[in-house]
């Protein structure tokens, strides 16, 4: 049976509610004496591949829930994975490099992983941009074209992380998910795109 309006209002609101989440965590990490830059930073970072998956989720959710509605979680879901990557890339920038561009280059060439997060950074920034409903009529069927590029962002990110983290298993998971997600895309399982 598919969700009602007022459920996929409620749906926001946790969707919401999840995105400022991490934010109670830091809060509570100041307070206890656990707070570093590089534990929010490797959380920023975490928390902005995870809105992303879930951002691929929703059409797929959409279409097998036969909820429509659903597609109003997507742009919520992809800001907030844009606004944690966003402070993910402003820590390494600033706390970590002092925006030295010399020091950035240095990072980039002896840890190459650094620029595949800068693409996917780069291409959340554009769909970030070009998100609302001004952009949408504007880029009329380019837009869709547009967006499609959330699958290579969400791989760009996977690849990032599983490089960066290779110890943890985390980092597999999220690029198994998220090829599994771009399989189910180019099986073309929906008749038409949500």
Not at 16 to 42: C, D, E, K, N
Not at 120 to 130: G, H, P, R
Not at 156 to 178: G, M, N, Q, R, T
Request: charged share 10%.
């Amino acid at each position: 049976m598919p969700l009602s309006s007022s459920t996929v209002g409620f749906l926001r609101k946790i969707v919401h509610g999840l995105g400022l989440l991490p934010i109670i965590y830091m809060g509570w990490l100041a307070v206890s004496g656990g707070f570093a830059p590089g534990r929010v930073f490797g959380l920023c970072g975490l928390t902005a591949l995870s809105f992303l998956i879930l951002t691929l989720c929703v059409s797929p959710a959409a279409k097998l829930s036969n909820t429509p509605l659903l597609i109003k979680l997507r742009r919520p879901c992809g800001l907030w994975s844009f606004a944690w990557a966003a402070g993910h890339a402003g820590i390494f920038l600033i706390i970590f490099m002092h925006l030295d561009v010399g020091r950035i280059v240095q990072a980039v060439q002896h840890r190459p992983f650094i620029a595949l997060g800068q693409g996917a950074f780069l291409i959340l920034l554009t769909l970030a941009l070009t998100s609302s409903r001004r952009a949408m009529n504007a880029l009329g069927r380019n837009w869709r074209r547009l967006h499609r590029l959330i699958y290579l962002a969400v791989l760009l990110a996977s690849a990032h992380f599983w490089l960066a983290e290779s110890e943890s298993p985390l980092p597999k998971a999220a690029a198994v998910l998220a090829v599994l997600l771009l399989l189910f895309r180019l099986r073309g399982a929906f008749s038409k795109p949500v």
